[in-house]
């Protein structure tokens, strides 16, 4: 990639609220404690949630405390039996785990119960013999609110928790997509084989330095049996050098007669996980066109079938569907400027959060405004799904209509809110339409989704939801850079970008002369002032000029390694100094082939200014909220340097939330739902790559002065991924 620009997107960061984050950021410093936490059953739910309680010792610990995710706070009652601590989790969850740090003031006798109504509780935990301290309980039940009620204390004293949390899932949950290989070690066949050593055994033993590969020629495939038919929701890719560019994957029941679930004329080749819907009992690739003159090569073929939830954005519960995915519509009026390319009335149904319909920035910005669905045939609606652009209607209806010209309201409001809202309704009708009569500003109406669940219609099923990790995690993939000092990173693993940053930043990105092994089992990325400016960087094509003065190195993972939710950590020693700006990042895989930044969306697992020595940021980017107005949080510790010694950045991923810890704590958890109903679209569920840069100056750090230092080193020890 030398002399093309840079792969990644830009990163303008924070300027919008740099002046906020001083006055802030004493609320948000958290105590440096606490250890890595227990892999949980589910996802958090507790966190940041109401919380009362029977008693509390003093103001200084309230109930909150318990779960402000905070292991430096807690809740503590006054002396007596009984006592409890109660969580509103919002809205009828299933339960799966809670957790219990206390203080040394614990309960020897307690049960955790639910309720639906805060009234009327039922017991799913009950023990006499409790021994404080970390306590993880493995439970099943259902509730809005969960209370830890105590009877019995250990001490003279009250009860005290440092944290309550509870953890399951929320709304109902209907068959998702499993995360086990179901082509593990089964018979797989073949169109040819390169040679004897590359069998099409070799593709599905589990083995990663394993790897079938065919005659050079066009069409070729690899054919695995599952033994029976078996409903199927995804595929993973791992591809040698030699991949094809154009292939399908194509599922049959008697391996003759094949169906295609799968096609594509523009393979990226490395590793692809690939969403599909189909049901049969061979599954095959079917490559039409190769990437090189060889054959075609896979070091792994994975298929995943039906099975536990995957999560994010469910239906109603019942029989209902999305009835409205890819179906036509119309609307009033459509943008298509710089400002909103493109943003047609399809755009709101094509299921990419990333994607919206506005109304026309010359002829739309008046009431009435709207936008109609064609289901394709008569359906009973029962719940319409809508997630707003800022530009959002205050006052509008739900109409219904037979043939697209008499319309009947079945929702109407003059209080507009805005982000997502969830309507349920009853009615029928072939169209549905949003009918906009009042805009909360003077711009029109825009709409990033509108879904309709029910019965009838003429539906085509979305694209199936990626695999949740598995609980607990295994490694998938790590680099742990044990390479000689002065080796350069494993280019199986690694691209290296090249050329001059971004973000208004000073670096120059060298070819690898500035990230090295250190010969310690550490990748060292040296941002190095240059004694002669323009001597490690090549002319500007344009003025001839060689101007650089710093150079640094950026790696990413793009065409070797793209994967969809998971634990991702780094552990990571990074540079100092004002106007340094180090990061551990990912990127949306898409933005490979041509989706523009911010809409590929982007999670910022670790960012360091030097002006800032003890704080880091993790932060996401998405089409809603990004660049300074991007969603995230700082992580202090008064008094720390973080760039004096090695910590761990990581975060945990899936298709409802993230977390983000450092050296095990966590300290800034995004819930899905409230991301959707407070900031805008999530944009994570599709594949995205990882990146490592050591930059100086830009938007974000400012730039170096005379109390700059050179060399300044980013020390890597490990990067991984465990799903």
Not at 256 to 267: D, I, K, L, Q
Not at 344 to 356: G, I, L, N, Q, V
Not at 427 to 443: D, Q
Not at 682 to 707: C, E, K, Q, R, T
């Amino acid at each position: 990639m030398t002399g093309s620009p840079l792969l990644s997107a830009p990163r303008h960061r924070h300027t919008l609220i740099l002046a906020l984050v001083a006055a802030v950021v004493a609320s948000l410093t958290l105590t440096f404690t606490g250890s890595t936490p227990v892999q949980a059953a589910g996802t958090l739910l507790s966190q940041g949630k109401t919380a009362t309680a029977s008693s509390t010792e003093n103001a200084g610990t309230p109930a909150s405390a318990a779960v402000d995710g905070d292991a430096g706070t807690r809740w503590s009652s006054a002396a007596g039996d009984p006592q409890w601590v109660r969580i509103d989790l919002g809205a009828t969850s299933s339960i799966s785990q809670v957790t219990l740090n206390w203080e040394a003031a614990y309960a020897k006798a307690f049960q955790i119960q639910t309720s639906a109504d805060g009234t009327n509780w039922t017991s799913i935990y009950s023990t006499t013999t409790g021994t404080g301290g970390n306590q993880t309980l493995n439970v099943t039940g259902s509730g809005r609110y969960v209370r830890m009620y105590a009877t019995q204390r250990a001490t003279q004293y009250g009860y005290s928790l440092w944290e309550f949390q509870v953890y399951g899932s929320t709304g109902t949950t209907g068959a998702g997509c499993s995360q086990t290989n179901a082509a593990l070690h089964q018979p797989a066949t073949s169109s040819s084989t390169e040679n004897a050593g590359t069998p099409a055994s070799a593709a599905v033993d589990g083995d990663t330095g394993t790897r079938w590969s065919s005659a050079p020629g066009d069409p070729q495939w690899l054919q695995v049996d599952l033994g029976s038919v078996q409903s199927l929701c995804g595929a993973q890719l791992n591809w040698e050098s030699a991949y094809a560019k154009a292939y399908e994957i194509q599922t049959s029941a008697n391996g003759t007669a094949w169906t295609t679930v799968h096609s594509t004329t523009t393979g990226p080749g490395a590793t692809e996980l690939i969403t599909l819907s189909g049901s049969g009992r061979y599954v095959r690739v079917y490559g039409t066109q190769r990437a090189t003159q060889y054959g075609y090569s896979l070091w792994e073929f994975q298929i995943f079938t039906t099975g536990t939830s995957g999560g994010g954005g469910e239906p109603p519960a019942g029989d209902s569907v999305l009835l409205s995915y890819n179906k036509p519509a119309t609307a009033s009026t459509s943008q298509d400027s710089p400002n909103c390319s493109g943003c047609s009335p399809a755009k709101a149904f094509d299921h990419d959060p990333a994607t919206r319909w506005a109304t026309s920035d010359t002829t739309g910005w008046v009431d009435p405004g709207w936008i109609q669905v064609d289901l394709g045939a008569t359906a009973q609606i029962k719940q319409v799904v809508l997630q707003w652009d800022p530009a959002y209607a205050t006052g509008y209806q739900i109409q219904t209509s037979p043939d697209g010209a008499n319309w009947t309201s079945i929702y109407s409001t003059t209080t507009g809110k805005g982000f997502k809202e969830t309507l349920n309704v009853n009615g029928s009708g072939r169209y549905v339409r949003m009918y906009g009569t009042a805009r909360v500003g003077p711009y029109g109406y825009s709409l990033w989704d509108f879904d309709v669940y029910g019965t009838g219609g003429s539906p085509t099923a979305p694209p199936a939801q990626p695999p949740n990790p598995h609980n607990p995690p295994a490694l998938v993939w790590s680099d742990e850079f044990n390479g000689a000092a002065g080796s350069t990173p494993d280019p199986s693993k690694w691209t290296v970008e090249t050329g001059p940053g971004v973000n208004n930043e000073l670096e120059y990105y060298t070819n690898n002369k500035n990230a090295t092994m250190d010969g310690n089992g550490s990748l060292n990325i040296e941002l190095r002032k240059e004694a002669t400016p323009g001597s490690a960087c090549p002319p500007d094509p344009l003025t001839g000029s060689t101007t650089c003065q710093y150079t640094s190195g950026r790696l990413n993972t793009s065409d070797h390694f793209n994967f969809t939710y998971g634990h991702v950590e780094a552990r990571i020693k990074v540079s100092g100094s004002k106007g340094l700006w180090p990061a551990f990042w990912l990127l949306g895989s898409n933005f490979k082939t041509g989706t523009p930044w911010p809409n590929s969306g982007e999670i910022d697992i670790m960012e360091h200014v030097g002006k800032q020595a003890d704080t880091v940021y993790s932060t996401l980017h998405a089409p809603a909220y990004n660049g300074g107005g991007g969603f995230g949080s700082p992580y202090t510790v008064p008094g720390l340097d973080f760039a004096s010694d090695f910590h761990t950045y990581a975060v945990d991923w899936d298709s409802s939330h993230m977390t983000f810890t450092v050296d095990g704590k966590a300290f800034f958890t995004v819930e899905r739902a409230t991301l959707e109903q407070t900031k805008g679209p999530w944009v994570y569920d599709h594949p995205f790559f990882i990146i490592l840069n050591n930059a100086i100056g830009g938007d974000f750090p400012g730039s170096p002065d005379g109390s700059t230092t050179f060399p300044q080193k980013m020390l890597v020890d490990y990067v991984r991924v465990s799903q």
